[in-house]
T-cell receptor
Framework: SQKIEQNSEALNIQEGKTATLTCNYTNYSPAYLQWYRQDPGRGPVFLLL?????KEKRKERLKVTFDTTLKQSLFHITASQPADSATYLCALGGYSTLTFGKGTMLLVSP | DAGVIQSPRHEVTEMGQEVTLRCKPISGHNSLFWYRQTMMRGLELLIYFNNNVPIDDSGMPEDRFSAKMPNASFSTLKIQPSEPRDSAVYFC????????????????FGPGTRLTVL
């Protein structure tokens, strides 16, 4: 069966460092992958989309990579700030719908 | 734009009662999704509408759950009868998709309805 794995343990880093979050998947061939941010008590908010034929995508301090051979996506936040603290969800895109991972909590301390 | 609007924000009910959750998507969006989020199972898709037509309801847990979209600006998710295991946060999301194709476009989520069934 399809499986999406994100690190269930929170990632704690210091302000200014680069945060790297991982999304691994099995039994799936997504056409694209999206990353969302979710703050407590709120709905997820879209951050980035990367297609299967793209290796890397950047948006300001965010960078996403997509390796369809390894079946893995890496999500990087450079020069992290306490305001980046949130849960980050990866979502794999099929024909019509998204399948979400459970997310990884990121905590950036001053 | 006000974004996706959901009501109520919180609902506490007793087992066996009927629960109706409501969603108003972003104007102009033609796709609407209902999700359920729990700590154990994460964010799960329940049902997907495109142009008010249910396209994929494979995630609907059982016959106790039903969803409707009578027009482009309103959708409901009903649980009857409700059970304690239905306790979760229910999200509605909308997006604009073209040509009936894949949801390459981002989904916009509402604030969610926190449902507690006692």
């Amino acid at each position: 069966s399809q499986k999406i794995e994100q690190n269930s343990e929170a990632l704690n880093i210091q302000e200014g460092k680069t945060a790297t979050l991982t999304c691994n998947y099995t039994n799936y061939s997504p056409a694209y992958l999206q990353w969302y941010r979710q703050d407590p008590g709120r709905g997820p908010v879209f951050l980035l989309l990367i297609r299967e034929n793209e290796k890397e995508k950047r948006k300001e301090r965010l960078k996403v990579t997509f390796d369809t051979t390894l079946k893995q996506s890496l999500f990087h936040i450079t020069a992290s700030q306490p305001a980046d603290s949130a849960t980050y969800l990866c979502a794999l895109g099929g024909y019509s719908t998204l399948t979400f991972g459970k997310g990884t909590m990121l905590l950036v301390s001053p | 734009d006000a974004g996706v609007i959901q009501s109520p924000r919180h609902e506490v009910t007793e087992m066996g009662q009927e629960v109706t959750l409501r969603c108003k998507p972003i104007s102009g969006h033609n796709s609407l999704f209902w999700y359920r989020q729990t700590m154990m199972r994460g964010l799960e898709l329940l049902i997907y509408f495109n142009n008010n037509v249910p396209i994929d309801d494979s995630g609907m847990p059982e016959d106790r759950f039903s969803a409707k979209m009578p027009n482009a600006s309103f959708s409901t998710l009903k649980i009857q009868p409700s059970e304690p295991r239905d306790s979760a946060v229910y999200f509605c999301a909308s997006s604009l998709t073209s040509g009936g194709a894949s949801t390459y476009n981002e989904q916009f989520f509402g604030p969610g309805t926190r449902l507690t069934v006692l």
